[in-house]
């Protein structure tokens, strides 16, 4: 007798914003493995088309909904058409890239640009998350998911405004969930420490690889080297402490996050 396997997210339509992006497409494969029926946003169609075939091949569903997060009157209609489509939503998960600015010190970086992650990502985070939340709060409760990094709490140089938007997001999203509580909406991240197999990791990666004449293998040692696993946390196990928190196996977390460091931060 064969046992089914239980999928954490069966059934439930979930909005991932960004998911043309490494990590946003990560975490919209992974909900879909778990049985959600997944609307993929972003801005570009081709990479959101992308995700969608990977995901119908290996069985999932998937439909391509693109939109600008930075636009709130385009967020609130494309929620509308959504909702139209598969009725209250019931998890999002926010991936939009923040249009980072690394690689200076703060000493030699103009003021607009170490702004830009911060604003940036404030102003996807509030037109998503306060409608989302609206939404969630007045049909029957949710689950709001984002992400963050290590600099959030642990300032390293060069950085940019990076880690100032980290810390702004994880605060935003606290306040979001102590004030949308009561009305069943859980709001939850996941803290990375930058996944090695992410497109723009890998390639800051292979450049001190090559200044060093090593292989990548070698520099992914060397950052692993003082986290108690020895490794730097890959994207699908960022994904999976996604839809942990997305699932009701966490229906007693909110205003809080899962540390998918590794170790590389202790709580």
Not at 115 to 136: D, E, I, N, Q, Y
Not at 234 to 263: E, F, I, P
Request: glycine share 12%; hydrophobic share 45%.
């Amino acid at each position: 007798m064969t046992r089914e396997v239980s999928m954490l997210l069966r059934d439930k339509a979930a909005i991932v914003y960004g998911a043309s992006g490494a990590v946003g497409g990560a975490v919209a494969k992974a909900y879909a493995r778990e049985g959600a029926r997944v609307f993929l946003a972003a801005r570009g169609m081709a990479g959101l088309n992308a995700v969608a075939e990977e995901i119908r091949a290996a069985g999932g569903h998937a439909e391509v909904l693109p939109v600008d997060a930075k636009d709130k009157a385009a967020v609130d209609a494309h929620l509308a058409d959504v909702v139209a489509k598969a009725g209250p939503i019931k998890v999002m998960f926010n991936g939009v890239s923040w249009d980072d600015t690394q690689g200076e010190l703060l000493t030699n970086m103009r003021f607009d640009r170490m702004l830009t992650p911060v604003t940036h990502a404030l102003t996807t985070w509030f037109h998503t998350g306060t409608a989302v939340a609206r939404h969630m709060g007045e049909n029957g409760g949710g689950v709001i998911v984002g992400i963050t990094a290590n600099v959030a709490r642990w300032p390293v140089p060069y950085v940019g405004g990076f880690g100032v938007a980290c810390a702004a997001v994880e605060n935003y999203l606290r306040q979001l969930g102590m004030e949308n509580g009561p009305q069943g909406v859980r709001v939850c991240w996941v803290r990375s420490p930058g996944s090695p197999d992410a497109p723009g990791v890998r390639e800051a990666w292979q450049l001190r690889a090559n200044e060093l004449g090593v292989t990548f293998e070698e520099v992914h040692r060397e950052f692993a080297k003082d986290t108690p696993l020895r490794r730097v946390t890959a994207l699908a196990q960022v994904a999976d402490a996604a839809v942990l928190l997305s699932s009701d196996l966490a229906a007693g977390m909110t205003a809080t996050l899962a540390n998918a460091t590794g170790g590389a931060q202790v709580d």
